[in-house]
């Protein structure tokens, strides 16, 4: 397919966070920018059906399966630049938010060094859409007063937890809950310390679970193939729990209980 694109005008890339499951989590402003892209560059945890917001543009799947993660985001900024340069609006549509997680600083730093302009639009990141799914304020007043959101994998592929606020959510940890389990207690986390974990969150087959630190290595089956977060601390505890006095009924009638599977 030839590129619709016009090198008399300048090309630019405009980042949009998809959101982190069905099409309806990506911003209103989000889609209207799709629907001026004519390319889009999109990676593998984007709903297919955000196509329905640029039928007219150049879809180009850039997820990294099956690619060493350096080869193919090195392809992946001389894909913005090419395509930019060359005229084009250039939608760059990244799971969850832009910010996040997204090796956003590399593709801006691509962009920079080839004088391409560039915007970047919010989304809504996998930590929030879990948080929503189950009910779970990622702070409490009076006893989470902070937030970090901490990837258990470095860039050299190790994982590594740590204890940075009254609530963490872990990204990318899904393959190896039991390791991560010993790793928060060497960190500093209570066994006893509530955990929850979401996975495909925003999806309609999202799934959640409740565990402690210490029994974390039980999520394993259920999450397992599925882009999971971990929350851990103030922030995975079900509402009701909080609460001084908790009834029975309260908790039974909990709506994230009748939403997931035990
Ligand atoms: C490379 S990071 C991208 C994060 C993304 N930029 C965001 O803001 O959500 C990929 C990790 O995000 C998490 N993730 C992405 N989508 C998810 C979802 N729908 N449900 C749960 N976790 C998700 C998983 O931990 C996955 O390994």
């Known amino acids: 397919m030839s590129l619709p694109a016009n090198p008399a005008t300048p090309g ?21 920018a799709l629907g001026q892209a004519q390319v889009v560059l999109f990676d593998a945890l984007t709903d297919p059906s955000l196509r329905d917001f640029a039928p007219q543009a150049l879809w180009l799947d850039v997820g990294k399966r099956g690619f060493t993660a350096a080869t193919a985001q090195a392809r992946i900024n001389a894909l913005l630049v090419q395509h930019a340069a060359s005229g084009a609006v250039v939608a760059r549509l990244k799971g969850g938010d832009p910010s996040i997680f997204g090796r956003l600083e590399e593709e801006l730093q691509a962009l920079a060094e080839a004088g391409i302009a ?33 990837t258990a994998m470095t860039a050299e592929l190790e994982l590594r937890a740590s204890q940075r ?10 393959r190896q809950l039991a390791d ?33 630190v210490s029994t974390l290595p039980a999520a394993c089956v259920m999450h397992a193939g599925r882009p ?12 009701c729990r909080l609460l001084a006095a908790p009834t029975a009924t309260a908790v039974e009638g909990h709506p994230a209980s009748a939403a997931f599977p035990p």
Do not use: K
């Open 12 to 32: 630019r890339v405009i980042f949009i966070g998809a959101g982190p499951g069905s099409a309806d989590l990506i911003t209103l402003r989000g889609a209207r």
């Open 118 to 150: 560039s915007e970047v639009i919010p989304g809504v990141t996998a930590a929030l859409a879990a948080a929503a799914a189950t009910q779970r304020p990622l702070t409490r007043r009076g006893q989470g007063r902070s937030l970090a959101l901490s």
């Open 165 to 174: 606020a009254d609530t963490e959510v872990f990204y990318m940890a899904g």
């Open 180 to 212: 991560l389990s010993r790793r928060l207690q060497d960190a500093g986390w209570a066994g006893d310390t509530p955990v929850n974990v979401v996975s495909r969150a925003g999806w309609p087959d999202q799934l959640m679970s409740d565990h402690c």
């Open 228 to 239: 999971a977060v971990v929350t851990v601390g103030v922030g995975a505890a079900p509402v």
